[in-house]
């Protein structure tokens, strides 16, 4: 059985930083592309960003540059940093997995989602 659960989010003011964690089982991590999303109340769920089995790492525009995605093989567990955190971050965050181990594929399986809210 795949599970993923995500950790890490919580209530934050403007500026400050959160590190969201979600610990993966049931499918052997190290080969898989590994996605954050988001999703706002009233919005569409949209990418925040992606890491391939090669740790190769793109980035949605909105957040390039306040957010790093990374992995750890050994734990089988995938991060989102998030840094300079705005009011427009303000979502519920996502881990995806996909068996298209070069992020060209559909992500097949979901975690269940952790809050992040920021206040101005």
């Known amino acids: 059985q795949v599970q993923l659960v995500e950790s890490g989010g919580g209530s934050v003011q403007a500026g400050g930083s959160l590190r969201l964690s979600c610990a993966v089982s049931g499918v052997t991590f190290s080969t898989y592309c590994m996605g954050w999303f988001r999703q706002a109340p009233g919005l569409e769920r949209e990418w925040v960003a992606t890491?391939?089995?090669?740790?190769?790492?793109t980035y949605a525009y909105s957040v390039k540059g306040r957010v790093t995605i990374s992995r750890d093989n050994a734990r089988n567990t995938l991060y989102l940093q998030i840094d300079s955190l705005k009011p427009e971050d303000t979502a519920m965050y996502y881990c995806a997995a996909s068996a298209y181990r070069t992020c060209t594929g559909a992500f097949s399986y979901w975690g269940q989602g952790t809050q992040v809210t920021v206040s101005s």
């Open positions: 890491i391939n089995d090669y740790n190769r790492t």
